[in-house]
């Protein structure tokens, strides 16, 4: 007996017509566009050359060159690229050779091995991952520090002259 004394056991004449709903897989929107498709460089495959384009790339063969995508880009664990790499987000858990760009994000993964620089809004290096380069917190399309300071005649190493804070003597 249900709630308030109401019965809420189906009779058994009055079958079931409520068809099952599978479930939702996947609610997130795709980064790019959904015309957009993903191009797969797979293992056995190797391209020298530029690829651009607005949608999805993930490498698992090898690539010599560069890309530059508005989507996400992917080099695989097997994956070897001795190229400059941009794309909304980079995740890399092969190995890279030359500098790596993001709009929004990079990530490197545990099995990650890059030899160049990376520039980025968020940045991730998990542990394990090697890295040897310079790292930029910045969006990539904006002026470096450096490139502002040579602009407004200061360089690097310059600084300005006055109290440097420290006080003479022992």
Do not use: F, L, M, Y
């Given at each position: 007996m249900g709630l308030f004394g109401r019965d809420?056991?189906?009779?058994?004449?009055?079958?079931?017509?409520?068809?099952a709903v599978p479930p939702r897989r996947d609610t997130a929107k795709p980064s790019a566009p959904a015309?957009?498709?993903t191009t797969l460089l797979s293992r056995a495959t190797s391209f020298e050359g530029a690829i651009s384009g607005a949608g999805d790339v993930t490498i698992e063969g090898k690539l010599k060159g560069s890309v530059r995508i508005s989507g996400r880009l992917?080099?695989?664990?097997?994956g070897t690229a001795n190229a400059s790499l941009h794309g909304k987000t980079v995740l890399v858990s092969?190995?890279?050779?030359?500098?790596?760009?993001?709009?929004?994000?990079?990530?490197l993964q545990a099995s990650a091995r890059l030899n160049g620089?990376?520039?980025?809004?968020?940045?991730l290096i998990h542990e394990g991952a090697i890295f040897e380069g310079q790292v930029v917190m910045?969006?990539?399309?904006?002026?470096?520090?450096?490139d502002a300071q040579r602009k407004n005649g200061?360089?690097?190493?310059?600084?300005?002259?006055?109290?440097?804070?420290?006080?003479?003597?022992?």
């Open positions: 809420d056991r189906p009779s058994p004449q009055t079958p079931s017509t409520t068809p015309h957009a498709k992917i080099v695989a664990d097997n092969g190995k890279v050779k030359g500098d790596v760009t993001a709009d929004e994000k990079i990530e620089n990376i520039t980025a809004p968020r940045i910045q969006n990539p399309e904006k002026e470096k520090p450096v200061a360089g690097p190493n310059q600084s300005k002259k006055g109290n440097s804070g420290h006080k003479g003597g022992r």
